[in-house]
């Protein structure tokens, strides 16, 4: 039960199932379904799959049972993501009773790690596609309403999707994802994703920038730039002007969307503690549509544990880290994520990332309990010997411990006034409105006359672990 963690920000989505919808008026002779589960990466991705699927003459729905296609985008970076999946599959499975054709497809992590043998385990599926693979659902679609079933699972060291333009599913208008890059090259012991999501690779920044001002030009006001690590993106290619080849770091990429105008913030995930430099900082520092809030996962405070993670940074060196952003920026959010319980962690280790929260005192955790994944190198090389009580006991104290500290963090902000961007209105009351400040906390506040998309001056007057409440005092 306590796997997944303290939604701290209770407007979030993050790791929730979502079914999207679609919100245009062409008509389509079929329909799709599509839930997400996992990483943001994984709703960006949908989206990307429902622009195939339109060009194909699949519309959206959001009610499965009028679907002809059914797809589940699925996230395997622990045991129960995966379960959760296969749960959902067997509700499925009754639908498809009483309607054969309809197609049910998995897409995502759980894809590509369980490749052809999902088709085994869970006999209603008909389509099993991997990340890199979208682009041949077309085809694999048509393979599948003959009867037989249609994989495709190849990883790719290119693929990033540069040119399909997502088609924006049960979007507020006013904030989106842009990924920037696909894969990872860390092999953290612990993850998964690596296998399932296979290389690195940037993506043309030249798309990215071009993506990031349509969005703009059509009345969205933040973008986050998602990578699974997104510091290490690295672009080198003749500039679209003609001229010399360019370098484009993280850093550039991130001041050229900051440029597409004041008026569009800009946000991203996620950083990895041994990749974010100066250069990123100083850029956040320079503009203020930068967001001053970094997701900088610890995941353990000792440095033996981050060693047989393969995290490549002590406790010190990552300590180091934090004071440098609260030097260059002293009102940065920080956020994280921690595992309990990984191979061999003991009480003093446990310690020590108790004591590294103090430290870095988060706004926002993301905590786990460690979840072996098969074939990964923690699977391999180490024993899961951490008793599963001893890691969720772990578990609770670190969340007891972030609630306190969330709660201080929301504190201090009583009193203070923030610039909001408007995102919606409040799931709470109709008459409220919410929307972010800077730092990326939650602020609900009364309706008035205001409308998504503006910025407005917020005051704040009291708060929960997880909200400020307060009220407008100008706007923008
Ligand atoms: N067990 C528990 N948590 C994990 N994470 C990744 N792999 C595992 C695992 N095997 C967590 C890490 C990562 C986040 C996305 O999920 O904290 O940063
Ligand atoms: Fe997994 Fe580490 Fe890559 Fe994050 S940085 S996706 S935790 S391997």
New binding site residues.
């Given amino acids: 039960m306590l796997e997944q963690v303290t939604k701290v920000h209770d407007e979030s989505r993050q790791g929730e199932a979502f079914a999207a919808e679609q919100g245009n008026d062409q008509v389509y002779n079929k329909k799709f379904y599509i839930e997400s589960y996992g990483?943001q990466m994984n709703f960006n991705d949908s989206e990307i799959v429902a622009s195939i699927l339109n060009q194909e003459g699949f519309g959206a729905t959001r009610n499965y049972e009028e679907a002809d296609l059914v797809l589940l985008n699925t996230c395997s970076?622990?045991e129960k993501a995966e379960q959760t999946v296969r749960k959902r599959l067997q509700e499925f499975r009754k639908i498809k009773q009483s309607n054969p054709g309809m197609l049910v497809g998995v897409l995502g992590c759980m894809a590509e790690r369980l490749k052809a043998k999902l088709l085994e385990e869970e006999k209603l599926v008909d389509l099993v596609i991997g990340p890199d693979a979208y682009r041949t659902l077309p085809a694999l679609i048509e393979e599948a309403e003959t009867g037989q079933k249609a994989v495709n699972v190849l990883l790719s060291r290119e693929e990033t999707y540069a040119d399909i333009n997502p088609v924006r599913l049960d979007s507020n208008g006013v904030t989106a994802f842009v990924s920037i890059m696909r894969g990872c090259n860390n092999m953290c012991t612990?993850?998964?994703v690596p296998f399932t999501r296979g290389r690195e690779r940037s993506r043309d920044p030249y798309s990215i920038i071009q993506e990031a001002a349509a969005l703009f030009n059509n009345g969205y006001r933040e973008v986050t730039l998602l990578g699974q690590n997104v510091d290490s993106y690295y672009w080198v290619g003749p500039s679209p002007n003609g001229g010399q080849d360019e370098i484009i770091t993280f850093a550039g990429l991130l001041e050229r969307v900051a440029l597409i105008s004041p008026l569009l913030r800009v946000r991203f995930s996620t950083s990895h503690p041994k990749d974010i430099t100066d250069e990123v900082l100083f850029t956040m520092a320079k503009y203020e549509n930068i967001c001053n809030y970094i997701h900088l996962?610890v995941?353990s405070g000792s440095t033996r544990i981050l060693q047989l993670m393969n995290r490549t940074y002590t406790r010190e060196w990552y300590m180091k880290k934090v004071d440098r952003i609260r030097e260059i920026l002293p009102d940065c959010g920080l956020s994280t994520?921690?595992?309990t319980g990984f191979c061999t962690e003991t009480e003093e280790d446990h310690q020590e990332t108790l004591s590294m929260m103090e430290y870095a005192k988060y706004d926002l955790a993301?905590m786990?309990?460690?979840?072996?994944?098969p074939g990964?190198l923690a699977a391999r090389r180490y024993q899961d010997d951490v008793p599963e009580e001893v890691k969720k006991r772990r578990l609770t104290e670190v969340v007891e411990l972030h609630r306190r500290q969330a709660l201080e963090s929301m504190q201090q902000d009583v009193g203070k006034t923030f610039k909001v961007l408007i995102e919606g209105t409040s799931k709470r009351s109709e008459n409220d409105l919410f929307g972010r400040n800077d730092q990326n906390k939650v602020i609900v506040f009364p309706k008035e006359q205001y409308q998504k998309g503006e910025y407005v001056y917020v005051k704040v007057e009291d708060c929960t672990a997880a909200t400020l409440i307060g009220k407008v005092v100008l706007n923008h």
Avoid at 368 to 373: A, C, K, P, Q
């Fill in positions: 990483c970076i622990r612990f993850c998964v996962p995941q994520d921690i595992i993301y786990f309990f460690y979840s072996e994944r990964t």
